[in-house]
């Protein structure tokens, strides 16, 4: 894998990418923002060597390069998920060739379900702490300890002086922002009644497909990450109604703004 990331890096960075200072991983919710970036360099993922191509229709495989609020910033438009039949190990490679092109903080954006039902959709969270109950880590594979330290303490995988800095912007924004604990599944099935009362007694407030391997390797790579989670639907088990895409590509673009400004902010501080 060292040699694969190090390949991609050499290509991308023969292509205008830079020193970026901060990666932003652009899940659903997020995409206007590129409206705010000044733009140097694009590559579609498919062109970029031994990067997974996205093959969600909604997420469009690009990495761009470039300033945002006065920093160097490089954005995945677009991330990757195990139900597309990707391994942790690919998910996760995108985010070693941020931080080996030269990020030192990541942020992190998707779309999730409400489980703690004072939360209401099109609302955002804070992820303070997750569960993964994706059936695997993207550490567990030999050689891994040439990258970084295999047994990597998760004891606090979100950076406490980012998020204490999210939480300080929601508020002089007036932005309503939740602070929970985000499950990660397989997907990509939505859950049943009876998995979302699983979900809730395990302590999970809000449940997606996406972001826990994505942190998992931050932190392998003493890499300080933050994650907002758009709410698009509420995941109550006793009035339990289908959710359409269309619903929860709705709600996240009712939040947009919002995490817009919220991400936006931040890079101004950090």
Do not use: W
Not at 27 to 56: C, D, Q, R, W
Not at 128 to 152: K, M, T, W, Y
Not at 195 to 223: C, F, Q, W
């Amino acid at each position: 894998m060292n040699r694969q990331i190090n390949e991609a890096v050499e290509f991308l960075q023969n292509r205008g990418f830079g020193t970026p200072e901060v990666g932003i991983i652009l899940g659903t919710g997020l995409g206007k923002i590129l409206e705010e970036v000044e733009v140097e360099a694009v590559m579609s993922y498919n062109h970029i060597p031994f990067f997974p191509t996205a093959t969600v229709e909604f997420h469009t495989g690009k990495l761009i390069y470039g300033s945002l609020s006065g920093k160097k910033v490089i954005l995945m438009q677009g991330r990757f998920h195990v139900y597309e039949g990707y391994t942790l190990q690919d998910v996760t490679f995108p985010v070693r060739v941020m931080h080996r092109l030269g990020i030192k903080k990541l942020l992190v954006s998707n779309a999730s379900g409400a489980i703690n039902l004072k939360f209401k959709k099109g609302e955002i969270m804070l992820i303070d702490d997750h569960i993964n109950l994706q059936g695997g880590s993207p550490l567990a594979f030999r050689g891994v300890e040439v990258l970084g330290e295999r047994f990597v303490d998760m004891s606090a995988p979100y950076d406490a002086e980012m998020n204490s800095a999210i939480e300080k912007i929601a508020s002089e924004k007036n932005i309503k922002l939740h602070k929970g604990v985000y499950a990660s599944v397989v997907g990509p099935q939505l859950e049943t009644r009876a998995e979302y009362r699983y979900l809730k007694l395990i302590g999970a407030d809000a449940v997606g497909m996406s972001t826990v391997p994505e942190v998992i390797v931050a932190n392998h790579l003493n890499l300080p990450v933050s994650a907002l989670s758009v709410l698009t639907d509420e995941c109550d088990p006793d009035q339990l109604e289908a959710v359409q895409l269309k619903d929860i590509l709705a709600m996240a673009a009712k939040a947009e703004p919002d995490m817009i400004t919220i991400f936006t902010e931040l890079l101004k501080s950090i």
